[in-house]
């Protein structure tokens, strides 16, 4: 049997270089839509950067900044990391990427865990959230 995530010209990303870059938007965590007010966004360029909007685990909106990476696993495909600016740590979890789509979705499993997120490609992220999240961090 097929898996339907392998079909035609959408085929598994385990046997070809990845690229992320562009904006993308959590679209569901563990199979579920998001709560209304819950969101995370992240754009990732060409030099190994990220930005992210968030609000998930706090009532205020987040941007943080830092850098990404991703290294080709033999056993679980490709594996996405990343580190905080302002030496706030490492990612918590690293994930597999799979289900890569030239659609605009992709499939990120935690490495070390059972939590599954599914991102879909956005143009970008809306200007009321980027207002929210950078007037929040200029007062910290």
């Known amino acids: 049997e097929i898996m339907p995530s ?3 010209s959408e085929m598994c990303i385990r046997d070809r270089p990845i690229t992320l870059q562009g904006t993308w938007k959590l679209a569901e965590l563990n199979g579920e ?5 819950f969101y995370i966004y992240i754009e990732f360029d060409r030099k190994g950067n990220f930005e992210m909007y968030q609000k998930h685990d706090s009532m205020y909106p987040r941007y943080i900044t830092g850098t990404y ?8 495909g490709y594996v996405l990391s990343g580190k905080y600016d302002y030496e706030n740590g490492d990612w918590n979890n690293e994930y597999i990427v799979t289900d890569l789509m030239q659609s ?6 935690v490495k070390e865990g059972t939590e599954v997120s ?4 956005v143009d970008k992220v809306p200007d009321e959230i980027v207002e ?7 007062e910290e």
């Open 118 to 121: 599914k991102y879909v490609r």
């Open 104 to 109: 605009g979705s992709m499939v990120w499993t």
């Open 33 to 37: 839509q998001l709560p209304e007010d």
């Open 132 to 138: 929210e999240a950078k007037v929040d961090a200029d």
């Open 69 to 76: 990476s991703v290294e080709k696993d033999g056993h679980y």
């Open 6 to 8: 392998l079909v035609g």
